[in-house]
């Protein structure tokens, strides 16, 4: 088996056991993780010379199905301002990568990325505090 192929079922299995876990933290940490990695891949395919369009088509698709769960996730309720910032950077994210897709352009999903970060790595930090306790 090589290297590569060790790498992703280790992946796998490590994002695996983060989704059977329940644990909400974790799982939006994931969420963000993979996000980005979308985001990034769109980036990269979307090169007219070097990308591959079914690859830029299928991330940009994944990037706004993990947008739209972040969004239906947040408690408005409980949540109060955080939510309602929380859904304006997911929706702005959104609105990026549709621009990109529309005007063949990548800017605007690399601020998105930039602005996500952020709060993926706050995620990540809660997760690794046991934030769900």
């Known amino acids: 088996m090589s290297v590569n192929k060790m ?23 994931l969420l963000f993780d993979e996000l980005i990695r979308a985001m990034q891949d769109f980036i990269t395919h979307s090169d007219k010379d070097t990308g591959k369009k079914e690859i ?6 994944r990037s706004l199905t993990i947008i739209y769960a972040l969004q239906s996730s947040l408690n408005f309720e409980d949540g109060g301002d955080i939510a309602t910032n929380l859904f304006k950077i997911y929706e702005y994210s959104r609105q990026q990568l549709l621009k990109d897709w529309k005007d063949n352009t990548t800017d605007g999903t690399e601020k998105a990325i930039i602005a996500l970060d952020d709060i993926r790595e706050a995620w990540h930090q809660l997760s690794r505090q046991g934030g769900n306790k």
């Open 7 to 29: 790498m992703q079922a280790y992946t796998k299995s490590d994002h695996q056991t983060v989704a059977e876990s329940n644990d909400p933290v974790a799982i939006v940490a």
């Open 56 to 61: 830029q088509s299928r991330q940009f698709s």
